[in-house]
Every structure is written in C-alpha cells, then in structure tokens.
C-alpha cells in the first residue's frame, strides 16, 4: 500500500497566482478570471461583501475566495473568483440574486489561503428569504445563523450602490465559526 502524499496549504501568494489584476499585476490577463459577472445575466443585481477572519480574529488579507450560484432565473450558472483587498480584508461580488430551486435561493463560497491545506465550502443565505425549511440550516442547529447574511443599512447601501447590499462574513475558528461542508 501506498503512503498518503503530505497535504500542502495554498501558500501566501494564491490570490497573486490566480488573481493578478487585483494584486497589480498587468499583462497576465486583460481581466482576471471570474471577475465580474455578464452584463445580461438575468435577475435583480445585488453585492455580497464582508471578511474572512482568522482564528485571533484578524482579516485575512491575502485569501482567495470563489462564489457559484444559479442566475436568477435558474438558467445558468455564475461562478466568480475574488481575492480580499491587501490592505482591508474586504472581498466584494456584484452578481445578481440567485433563483430559489429546490428550497431558499443560496450561493456557494468556496475558500483558499495560507494556513488551509484544503479548500473550505460553505453557503449564504439571504436574510429577507423564507430560509426556515433548508435541511442544511435545520442541521446547523444554534450554528445557522453563521450561514445567513446580514443587511447593513438597507437605505445607506442602496444609496451608494443602486442595488441591495448582504454583508457575509466568513469566520475560519473560534467564537461564531462559520460552518463549514466536508463536500
């Protein structure tokens, strides 16, 4: 038998790998992969932003972070690829609001950086959705509301980006851990 090959973390620099744009690098890509969505992808227009925080609750500024989701008509998928801001932390998604399926509309997250040897899964639900019969979120238990996402100031947030705003911070241990999918 075979031994098992050491598991390696994604090193300090996947997010100026895989986006280059954002780290400043030019002449890579014209654009990074998965950056913004198409300008006639079906469904009302929303941004999903917020941190990834470690265990000492510092932001990680280096980490790389996917979203996969239906459009909002159920028609196709969207996948978008984001790096955290070097200097906030803040990741933001301009896309729109996925069409509910089989239960409560959801987008799935999908988290590398340095420190995780394999990439961490976990979901966001929309807080002004009827999320209360998800068989995910009734397995959460007390842990559930680290899958739903907050509305800052509804009023402000629009005002400043003409669309709703969900605030979905990503919490890697401690206190309020965001639930995690072994997928």
């Known amino acids: 038998m075979l031994k098992e090959t050491p598991s390696q973390t994604a090193g300090p620099y996947v997010h100026?790998?895989?986006t280059p744009c954002s780290a400043g690098l030019t002449g890579v890509y014209p654009a990074d992969p998965g950056a913004s969505i198409t300008a006639d992808a079906p469904g009302v227009r929303i941004r999903i932003e917020g941190k990834i925080f470690d265990g000492a609750n510092a932001p990680l500024r280096d980490a790389l972070i996917e979203l996969w989701q239906p459009d909002g008509q159920s028609n196709a998928g969207i996948w978008l690829r984001k790096s955290t801001d070097l200097k906030t932390g803040v990741y933001q998604f301009d896309t729109v609001k996925p069409a509910a399926r089989s239960g409560p509309p959801y987008v799935?997250?999908?988290?590398?950086?340095?420190?995780?040897n394999l990439g961490l899964h976990t979901r966001m639900y929309f807080p002004d959705e009827e999320n209360g019969p998800d068989p995910l979120l009734k397995q959460a238990g007390p842990r559930r509301d680290?899958?739903?996402?907050?509305?800052?100031?509804?009023?402000?947030?629009?005002r400043d980006t003409g669309f709703p705003v969900y605030r979905f911070d990503i919490r890697l241990q401690g206190e309020r851990e965001t639930v995690f999918l072994d997928i």
Do not use: S
């Open 16 to 18: 100026i790998g895989c």
């Open 108 to 116: 799935c997250l999908w988290i590398v950086a340095r420190g995780i």
């Open 146 to 158: 680290t899958l739903i996402a907050t509305r800052p100031d509804a009023e402000e947030d629009e």
